[in-house]
């Protein structure tokens, strides 16, 4: 079945590091590729999403390629801040549009 | 404009009873869908609605049930809890059931079961 692989955590990085959040998935069919972001004590937010092979999602700085032929769609962020502290989920929608897969989450942690 | 709620946001019950969460989804749209989210783990599916007909269901015991109302709101019911039952069920809704369709997530309810 569809599922989605995502780098264990937690990830703690200091000020203006550079992320990389790996993230892998298996699918029959055309998924759709999301990145969530759960912030303390909220809800899951879309951070960025992909619709079809080679688009790139993008937001807040944030970016992420659907690849398809390594079946991956990691999340990079050139300079992190402290704000970006959350946890980051990666998410597959399936092809009949009925279904998200989620993967564990990705705690991050920003330090000044 | 109001974004999903959730209600109630936290509640505890024991082993063997009932609960009813309810959900209202963003105005215009028109798919519901409900999510178990056990501590350290990502969102699980449980129910898809799209026009007050089921669409999908995860991998839940029939003791998980849902419906959606007129007004696209929505009701997932637990029967005789079991401590495992313990997490944040989320509710998110969508303007369409479609692939590229993205969820828009409520705060959850909490629920804790003793």
Known sequence: GDSVTQMEGPVTLSEEAFLTINCTYTATGYPSLFWYVQYPGEGLQLLLKATKADDKGSNKGFEATYRKETTSFHLEKGSVQVSDSAVYFCALKDGTGNQFYFGTGTSLTVIP | ?114
Do not use: M
Not at chain 2, 28 to 46: A, E, N, R
Not at chain 2, 77 to 85: C, E, F, R
Not at chain 2, 100 to 110: I, K, N, V
């Open chain 2, 1 to 114: 404009d109001a974004g999903v709620t959730q209600s109630p946001t936290h509640l505890i019950k024991t082993r063997g009873q009932h609960v009813t969460l309810r959900c209202s989804p963003i105005s215009g749209h028109k798919s519901v869908s409900w999510y178990q989210q056990v501590l350290g783990q990502g969102p699980q599916f449980i129910f898809q609605y799209y026009e007050k007909e089921e669409r999908g269901r995860g991998n839940f015991p029939d003791r998980f049930s849902a419906r959606q109302f007129p007004n696209y709101s929505s009701e997932l019911n637990v029967n005789a809890l079991l401590l495992g039952d313990s997490a944040l069920y989320l509710c998110a809704s969508s303007f369409t059931a479609g692939r590229a369709g993205e969820l828009f997530f409520g705060e959850g309810s909490r629920l804790t079961v003793l």
